[in-house]
C-alpha cells in the first residue's frame, strides 16, 4: 500500500522528468524535495557514479548535466557505449534483473547533479506503488524509442558521419590530446567501409582542422574535441 514516503518519492521523480534543469536550478528544485535515504550528489567531470563491476546498490537519477558509459569488450577494448543526457537512471536496467554487479562504468562528461537512491528501497517502491512503477515503465519505453530512432539514424549516417562518431567515442573521457592506436584497417572494418575511402575521410578531417595526424596515427586535441563534440551531437 502506498505511504507517505511513497508518495514523495513519486513527487521527486515526477518534478525530475517534468523538464530539463541545470546544474544550479537542479540542486534549488531538488534540495527540499529531498525524502530520509534520498541524496543529492554533485559531480564534477571526471567523476563517476558507477564502477562496472561493483556490487549493484544504488540507482542514480541523472537531473543535469552529461554522462558517458564505458564498457569494456572480451579483449579488454574500452569502449564508449554510449553519452547519456537527462533524465536517465543509471543501474535500474542492473536492478530490474537482479543483476550483482553493474554491468558499466558511469563518469561525469561535463559537471552533473544526480539523485541518488538505495537500490533495495527502490525496488520496494517499483513493486508496492503503482504510480512509481508507472512513471518508471514510461521512462523505460522512452528508452526504448529513443534506441529504435538512434539505430534507424546510424543506419542512414554517412560513412563519414560515423568516422566522426567512432573518432568522438575513442576520445570522450581521455586525456587530451588522445592519439587512437587502431589499425586504418580494423577502422574500415568496423566502420563497415573500404580503406581507400577510409583515407580519404582522414584527409578531410585533418584538411577542416578536425584531426591531426602523428607518426601515422589519428591525433585529436582539446580545441578539436569541442568542435567534434558539436558536430557529433548534430549527428545524434
Keep these: 500500500m502506498p505511504t507517505s514516503s511513497h508518495q514523495s518519492i513519486f513527487q521527486l521523480l515526477q518534478t525530475a522528468f517534468a523538464r530539463p534543469y541545470s546544474c544550479g536550478e537542479a540542486a534549488e528544485v531538488f534540495a527540499p524535495l529531498l525524502p530520509p535515504g534520498v541524496r543529492l550528489v554533485h559531480l564534477k567531470q571526471g567523476m563517476q557514479c558507477i564502477g562496472g563491476g561493483l556490487p549493484v546498490d544504488k540507482i542514480y537519477l541523472l537531473a543535469a548535466g552529461k554522462c558517458y558509459i564505458v564498457k569494456y569488450s572480451i579483449d579488454g577494448k574500452r569502449i564508449i557505449a554510449d553519452t547519456m543526457y537527462p533524465v536517465q537512471l543509471f543501474g535500474l536496467y542492473e536492478m530490474l534483473r537482479q543483476a550483482p554487479v553493474y554491468d558499466a562504468t558511469v563518469t561525469a562528461a561535463t559537471e ?125
Design 112 to 236: 552533473c547533479v544526480l539523485l541518488e537512491f538505495s537500490a533495495q528501497e527502490f525496488s520496494r517502491w517499483i513493486y508496492g506503488d503503482n504510480a512509481i512503477a508507472l512513471i518508471t515503465l514510461e521512462y523505460l519505453a522512452g528508452l526504448v524509442q529513443n534506441n529504435y530512432r538512434r539505430n534507424d539514424r546510424s543506419l542512414l549516417n554517412s560513412g563519414m558521419e560515423n568516422l566522426l562518431i567512432y573518432i568522438h567515442q575513442y576520445c570522450t573521457g581521455r586525456r587530451l590530446p588522445a592519439i587512437l592506436p587502431v589499425e586504418r584497417k580494423t577502422m574500415a572494418e568496423e566502420l563497415g567501409i573500404n580503406l581507400r575511402t577510409l583515407y580519404r575521410y582522414i584527409s578531410r578531417l585533418k584538411e577542416e582542422g578536425l584531426i591531426a595526424i602523428e607518426r601515422g596515427k589519428i591525433s585529436v586535441s582539446e580545441e578539436q574535441f569541442q568542435q567534434l563534440d558539436k558536430l557529433v551531437s548534430q549527428i545524434l
